[in-house]
């Protein structure tokens, strides 16, 4: 029985405590009483504006603007007249009604919205009358404004959480806003800032009669921090305007830094559709667009076989192997033959080709010849493709690139076992898997994947993660600062760049030339077989110290100096330049249009994965 | 003095009172909690009290089979019980269901039972059988050397070691209330004693500057080592116990900033005053205090509490559901219920030193431990005495497994306690 006094010891220690301390805050301290009479209090939140995002030069992509939600609490809501509120803001009357059924729905004691979004004009006019409906109360909010419109794809645009996503964030409450798309969705957190609230006494009337306990619960509402995006909104809104009318993407990144100048897809949409009273209207609308599906970021989702940009990979990797030097020629006889295989050319030379001019003049016999080299410097073929494979891999091609965007795709680099499933092992040589030598076959490439490429020749050998904000608040993001390399050494670039160069100069992309820069690009044309083939560009310029990489898709555009070329050979010299000196060709751009060659093909011509939901 | 049919005659009856009022305010508190006017029937199961009356129900049906099974049968199936709500513990970490973060739950359809709720009354019976021994008489307890240490260690961590990874710290805590019964069985006293000094020590250390505790611990070292000048070896036991309580200070600063969780750091550094966060982590809380303290001396009367009409405490009808009884019923509600509750466990142990076989008084030592354990930690933790542990208050909170297992843990132990008689 002695033993037990410990136990008792220790209960009655914790009963004493426990009665003292419900003496001390239930009695002693008053602090913690209620008016407990009729006056109720009301919780009522206090939003955070979101941060306003900039571009790199400091112009407003994103900012706010003041709105105003008229919420109900269903058990409060008495008698009203229902048609002077319906007339006060502007709702039908059937609306009104399926509103507060709703609302009744989902909670007699919590208030819910029953207008969102009212502009401040009717704001002002309800808010004299607003005693006059019991259980009736406005909410101010912010929304969101864009200035200059353009780059939806980018900022992405907010929207309202729904219950399930609530169930998985329990910091967010119903009518709370969040990132759905774009930077708004993958800087969440930063843009956000933190809700505020505050507790106000009100009588019966509905009038609020101060704050509760002199706001000693109260909290502020801290803003969300300001955004500083890599973009250049003007030249954003350029390339949307060259984009008109035709289907694609474009990307642009900032090669010693990593930065995405522009990124765009087209077609697109103005992005203050999706703010204010018309929101869902027009959120459907863009939606259930299944033939443009403007809301499908192309630039970073649709997957292409690059076509003869790849060449240039191919080349690089040849060079590191040591299966290709610059004086090794490879003579073309209108295409590149091995037994009963046939992949055509029209480079037009049936003399020996070297690198340089191979580049320039994208000879398919050239780069064919060359990844047969790169197989079969291997025992077997297993070997060549898997060197083959990890050295295009240390491109930044077919994995995610990790980097500040809430959405991308890996695209496919193939190797040895990709083949060995398909064909069996050992069922395959180097000429069954011929096409990858010219960008076509079973590789496949994101836009963003292929302006990066543009990026990593123009730095000879390097690359930075590219990224869409510099920096969050005040400070700049570093997590983007490292320098990844890639298994080719700097000094096998210097023959590449200078094809590049040639194929400005004397190559496919003679027309877009400009004497006043030295520009580096590779045409592309891929086979679609669903329609017309893509036109496809890859560049950087200037040649020396570049500012500036870009890559362009077409889609059904015909060839690669046909449409891509022209439009990056602008971009670039209106980035480098500021001004246009080939106002013609400019023209032509803008007013060209392809939308006959997607209403020939309405539902065959989507790029591979573009048929998916985005993502 | 063999008679079965007095079974009922043996009971006790007030301990059982208590746990019917209990269960009965519990589930007045839950009406009270989550009240709705749309369904203002006690009895709807759409809501938490219509479902708690169905867990109640439950309850009585364990309770009948209880009090109708033969006292002797649940020590013989001890070890049994044991090992299968130790693998039904085990398979809730692959097949059990996430709710609110933790794993701790199988789902069948809208119902879903919380294995660890089980794993109490399991544990005890199986300490209880393997401090018993076998066949051994009352009255010999102190000739026999415990049983095997590691054995007992492994009973009683085997389910701490699958409760922590759910993860459930709260449920987990409550597996220290088995010193108690081993305290009770002959484990050496300072074990306990010097437990509680490391807990004491571990939070003058977080809020007291280091060089004010090492100082006071020397002081305090030598004042004892002068009052007890004359015994034989205190020179080197406060020696001893002054380097260890040192170097234990030392150890909880590291301890703290980088083994605990960043939740539970905060959750402490809150009690301690250390950081005000009123709309963060410290919100439970803090609407906790503000809710019961609003009670005043009489309570605002039932379902009058505004606090908990709008919803302002979070966890209303499960750890916090003490909020409604301070809100509604005050200070005389409140004490009521921290009475009722002492009472009961006074009694539990009372009950359980008159017991004549080892296993029943180490039973009931058990359930007395660990039900003092739930109340304590609930109760300090709403009037923010304790960091906010998640655990039931037990008979109170809202959930069938809570009450249940509550439940199987006390009836068993009152079902062996009318059995005493029958033991010669």
């Not at chain 1, 006019?125 to 980018?154: D, H, W």
């Not at chain 1, 009100?202 to 509402?221: C, I, L, M, P, Q």
């Not at chain 2, 099974?69 to 090992?83: A, N």
């Amino acid at each position: 029985m002695k033993k037990a006094y410990l136990l008792f010891g220790l209960i009655g220690f914790v009963s004493f405590s426990l009665i003292v301390r419900l003496f001390y805050i239930q009695i002693i301290d008053d602090s913690y009483k209620l008016n407990a009479d009729s006056n109720a209090i009301r919780k009522i939140k206090l939003y955070a504006p979101r941060g306003t995002i900039f571009d790199r030069e400091g112009r407003v992509m994103v900012a706010n603007q003041p709105a105003y939600d008229l919420l109900a609490i269903p058990n409060q809501v008495q008698a009203f007249d229902s048609i002077k509120l319906c007339a006060l803001v502007g709702i039908e009357l059937k609306e009104l009604r399926r509103k507060l059924n709703e609302a009744r729905a989902y909670s007699r004691y919590k208030p819910s919205p029953v207008v969102q979004q009212m502009s401040q004009r009717d704001f002002g006019r309800l808010g004299e009358q607003l005693y006059s409906f019991k259980g009736f109360y406005i909410q101010k909010r912010t929304l969101r404004r864009y200035p200059e419109g353009g780059a939806a794809n980018v900022v992405g645009f907010v929207g309202e959480v729904t219950d399930a996503y609530i169930k998985n964030h329990p910091e967010y409450e119903r009518a709370d806003l969040h990132g759905a798309t774009g930077i708004e969705k993958s800087y969440e957190e930063a843009l956000r800032g933190v809700k505020g609230v505050r507790y106000v006494l009100v009588d019966v009337h509905n009038r609020e009669k101060g704050s509760f306990r002199g706001g000693a619960y109260d909290t502020t509402a801290v803003p969300g921090s300001n955004l500083v995006a890599t973009i250049d909104l003007e030249l954003q809104l350029y390339a949307e305007q060259l984009m008109k009318n035709k289907r694609g993407s474009i990307v642009a990144i900032e090669p010693s830094t990593g930065e995405i100048l522009l990124l765009v897809t087209s077609p697109t949409f103005d992005p203050n559709l999706l703010v204010g009273r018309d929101r869902s209207k027009n959120y459907r609308i863009l939606e259930n667009d299944s033939f443009a599906k403007p809301l499908y970021d192309r630039a970073l989702l649709a997957e292409y076989p690059p076509g003869s940009p790849f060449k240039l990979v191919n080349a690089l990797v040849g060079l590191q192997l040591g299966t290709l030097d610059t004086l090794k020629t490879y003579t073309c006889h209108h295409g590149f033959h091995a037994g009963s295989l046939h992949v055509a050319c029209h480079c037009g030379t049936s003399y020996p080709l070297r690198l340089i001019p191979g580049i320039a003049k994208s000879c398919n016999n050239f780069f064919c010849s060359t990844f047969r080299d790169i197989i079969q410097s291997r025992p077997t073929s297993q070997e060549g493709m898997d060197v083959w494979s990890q050295h295009v891999k240390s491109f930044g091609l077919g994995q995610f690139l990790q980097n500040d965007l809430p959405t991308g795709r890996k695209g496919l680099v193939p190797d040895a076992d990709y083949y060995d499933r398909a064909f069996g092992y050992k069922g395959w040589r180097a000429v069954s898997t011929i096409s990858l030598g010219i960008g076509q076959g079973e590789l496949l490439l994101t836009p963003l994947q292929m302006a990066n490429l543009g990026a990593i020749i123009a730095n000879r050998g390097f690359y930075y993660t590219p990224h869409i904000v510099r920096t969050v608040g005040d400070t700049a993001q570093s997590r983007f600062e490292r320098k990844r390399t890639t298994l080719v050494e700097p000094r096998h670039f210097e023959p590449v760049v200078e094809g590049m160069h040639q194929v400005f100069e004397a190559g496919t992309a003679r027309g877009s030339r400009i004497e006043s820069i030295p520009m580096c690009g590779k045409t592309g044309t891929a086979e679609n077989p669903h329609g017309q083939d893509h036109s496809i560009f890859i560049a950087f310029a200037p040649k020396d110290n570049p500012k500036i990489a870009i890559s362009i898709i077409v889609e059904n555009g015909y060839w690669g100096s046909r449409w891509a070329a022209p439009i990056a050979s602008l971009l670039m010299e209106r980035y480098l330049h500021d001004s246009i000196s080939r106002p013609e060709m400019e023209k032509r751009m803008i007013e060209g249009d392809l939308s006959s060659e997607y209403r020939l093909n309405s539902d065959r011509d989507k790029p591979r994965a573009a048929g998916e939901a985005e993502q | 003095m063999r008679d079965n049919r007095s079974i009922f005659a043996n009971l006790d009856w007030i301990s059982i009172l208590i746990y019917f009022l209990l269960v009965f305010l519990g589930w007045i508190s839950i009406y009270a909690a989550v009240y709705n006017e749309d369904h203002s029937r006690i009895t709807d199961l759409s809501q938490e009290y219509g479902r708690q009356l169905l867990f109640i129900l439950g309850s009585l049906i364990l309770i009948v089979f209880i009090l109708f099974t033969d006292g002797r049968l649940f020590e013989k199936l001890s070890i049994p019980i044991y090992v299968v709500m130790l693998a039904l513990l085990a398979g809730v970490l692959v097949a059990g269901s996430k709710i609110s973060g933790a794993r701790s739950w199988y789902q069948f359809g809208s119902f879903s039972l919380q294995p660890s709720e089980f794993m109490k009354f399991a544990t005890a019976l199986a300490l209880s059988k393997l401090l018993a021994g076998d066949g051994r008489e009352a009255g010999t307890r102190s000739k026999k050397r415990m049983p095997n240490k590691a054995l007992i260690a492994l009973i009683i961590l085997l389910p701490v070691a699958f409760i922590l990874p759910q993860p459930d710290l709260g449920s987990a805590l409550v597996y220290a209330a088995f010193l108690f019964p081993l305290h009770r069985e002959g484990m050496p006293a300072w074990v306990i004693y010097s437990l509680i000094w490391a807990v004491f020590l571990f939070i003058l250390s977080l809020i007291v500057d280091q060089w004010w505790l090492w100082g006071g611990l020397t002081g305090l070292g030598i004042l004892l080592a002068w009052i007890f000048r004359k015994e034989r070896h205190s020179w080197w036991v406060l020696s001893a116990i002054w380097v260890l309580s040192i170097g234990m200070s030392l150890s909880v600063d590291y301890a703290f900033n980088n083994l605990l969780e960043d939740r539970h750091r905060n959750r402490i550094n809150i009690l301690l005053g250390k950081a005000e966060d009123p709309s963060g982590i410290g919100y439970n809380t803090n609407q906790s205090i503000i809710a019961i303290g609003s009670g005043g001396f009489a309570g605002k009367g039932f379902l009058e509490g505004t606090q908990t009409k709008f919803d302002f405490v979070p966890e209303q009808s499960t750890d916090f559901i003490f909020c409604t009884v301070g809100e509604e019923w005050g200070f005389v509600g409140s004490v009521l219920v921290v009475v009722l509750f002492t009472t009961l466990l006074v009694r539990i142990i009372l009950l359980a030193e008159r017991q004549r076989s080892a296993f029943s008084r180490v039973y009931g030592y058990s359930v007395a431990s660990i039900l003092f354990l739930h109340v304590a930690v609930n109760l300090s933790m709403t009037v923010g005495l304790a960091p906010v542990i998640g655990i039931p208050l037990p008979f109170f909170s809202y959930g069938g497994s809570s009450l249940w297992g509550f439940t199987l843990l006390f009836f068993i132990f009152i079902r062996l306690d009318a059995y005493r008689m029958q033991i010669l």
